[in-house]
């Protein structure tokens, strides 16, 4: 825009303002819907996955084993994502 506007040049102005705001409403509404944060990755050790579970350190080692749960070592140091814990509990097909 010109530094030397004149008072006949307000409504092209106006009009060249209201036009801009509206470019930018549209492309903040196209950021909104498309927007999905970033969940950061929730590890749990051994010793929090078998509390979770209610269960031993050796259930957990075998639930690794037999493919129930998926370790992940980082160091020397064995973690599960939280996710997958709670994903991998599976309905019960027993009417109780």
């Known amino acids: 825009m010109k530094k030397g506007l004149k008072f006949e040049d307000l409504p092209m102005a106006v009009e060249l303002l209201l036009e801009k705001i509206e470019n930018l409403e549209i492309e903040l509404n196209t ?10 990755v929730e590890l749990m050790t051994r010793k ?3 509390d ?3 269960i031993s350190l050796v259930t957990i080692s075998n639930w690794v084993k037999y493919g129930i749960l ?3 070592r980082i160091g020397n140091r064995i973690y599960f994502k939280r996710s997958e814990i ?3 509990m599976i309905p019960s097909r027993r009417n109780e």
């Open 31 to 40: 950021i909104k819907e498309n927007f999905q944060p970033k969940v950061p």
């Open 48 to 50: 929090e996955t078998a």
């Open 52 to 54: 979770f579970f209610g």
């Open 70 to 72: 998926i370790s992940y």
């Open 86 to 88: 709670v994903s991998a």
